[in-house]
């Protein structure tokens, strides 16, 4: 995951540094470039070379540089990593890779710690659930999560649960943004998807490996690469129809959104969610709190399946993960399959 800093990896990272520390100023490209013993035109190279990490600096003439407002990143040294490895977290940050599962799985094969969390401002092959794919343009955060959580496998699809209460619940508490779960784990607002979690496990008959929980949340970028039929939304929109900055133009975006604060507030939830679940009460208590989320229950449901679709009315969620739907022949418990929402 971190080969040995190139030089020019270093020199940019001591760009970056010396762009944060002036943040409030102009600093010339002479001075930039002696501060990290550049010449200026590699300085300007360099420069340009930021914003793939969604840096973006400002330069003006006979002045010289200075990081813009306009900047949205998540690269380590804006992202507040000594916060988050107090929560828990180990950051691995790249500016774009095919799958954050995937490097995710390659580090926990290679034993990485649970906590280990990869983050990409850009997937270049992101995946949906049933190899299906997932649009990842800069802007958005696409993330994943290795946990070692000590439960039998059976347990596993609980971690789904507790991640789509962890995830609703920080978008209505603190963005007041009337995020729901549709079963099994998107989360809606207003019947467009703002969010979709991939969990992936490996594990023996009784024990479980690691467990991957790829969360994927449109934040800042662009839905307009996404297929016409996919009503996806974006948590900036979200927001901004909230407090009525966008006026009504759908398909505009509102003010941008800080990504840093989202994904710490996002950690954070996952990491009081998941001290709540130690206890058989707190569990119930997560299942209540995903029943007062969910989009689904109580709906009429198409639940498609590998080879069968059940349609009844969607009752309830089970500890195992299972959405309980009821139709005339009687109560079933589906464990996995794609939702669709008749009513
Ligand atoms: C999901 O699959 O909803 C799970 C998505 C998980 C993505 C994260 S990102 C970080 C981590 N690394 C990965 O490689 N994946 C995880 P599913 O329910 O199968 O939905 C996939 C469908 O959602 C696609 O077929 C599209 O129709 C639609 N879609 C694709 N990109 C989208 C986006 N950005 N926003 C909303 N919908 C999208």
């Given amino acids: 995951m971190r080969p040995p800093k190139s030089e020019s990896g270093a020199n940019r990272d001591a760009l970056i540094k010396a762009l944060l520390e002036n943040k409030d100023e102009y600093t010339s490209g002479e001075e930039l470039g002696e501060l990290i013993g550049s010449s200026r035109a590699a ?3 360099h420069i340009k070379a930021l914003e793939t990490f969604g840096i973006i600096v400002d330069s003006v003439r006979n002045k010289g540089y200075r990081i813009s407002s306009e900047t949205d ?4 040294a804006f992202a507040k990593v ?3 490895a107090k929560m828990g977290f180990k950051y691995n940050y790249l500016a774009s890779v095919g799958s954050t599962n995937q490097a995710a799985r390659e580090l926990a094969n290679g034993g990485a710690p649970s906590g280990t969390l990869v983050v990409s401002e850009v997937q270049n092959t992101g995946k949906g659930r049933l190899s299906r ?3 990842s343009p800069q802007g958005g955060l696409w993330m994943s999560l290795v946990l070692r959580p000590e439960i039998p496998p059976s347990s596993a699809p609980f971690m789904t649960i507790l991640t789509g209460v962890a995830l609703a619940d920080v978008l209505n508490k603190e963005y007041k943004v009337p995020a729901k779960i549709k079963w099994p784990n998107d989360i809606l607002v207003d019947g467009r998807k ?3 979690t ?3 496990m490996d594990a023996e008959m009784t024990r479980i490996n690691f467990i991957i929980i790829g969360m994927g949340i449109n934040v800042n970028n662009s839905l307009d690469d996404l297929p016409k039929e996919v009503k996806a939304i974006s948590l900036s929109q979200a927001v901004g129809q909230q407090t009525g900055a ?3 133009q759908s398909g505009s975006t509102g003010e941008k959104l800080d990504r840093v604060l989202l994904l710490h507030r996002i950690l954070g939830s996952i990491m009081s969610w998941s001290k709540v679940m130690k206890s058989e009460e707190g569990r119930e208590f997560i299942l209540d709190r995903w029943r007062e989320l969910s989009d689904t229950l109580g709906k009429e449901v198409r639940v498609e399946m590998v080879g069968e679709d059940l349609v009844g009315k969607a009752v309830d969620i089970l500890p195992s ?3 309980v739907v009821e139709n005339e022949k009687g109560r079933h418990e589906v464990l996995s399959g794609d939702c669709i929402h008749l009513r």
Avoid at 73 to 76: D, K, L, Q
């Fill in 321 to 323: 993960g299972a959405l």
């Fill in 82 to 84: 000594d916060e988050i």
């Fill in 194 to 196: 703002l969010s979709g």
């Fill in 198 to 200: 991939l969990t992936e």
């Fill in 73 to 76: 990143t998540v690269h380590p």
């Fill in 43 to 45: 300085v300007w190279k």
């Fill in 133 to 135: 794919g997932w649009e």
């Fill in 246 to 248: 966008v006026a009504q």
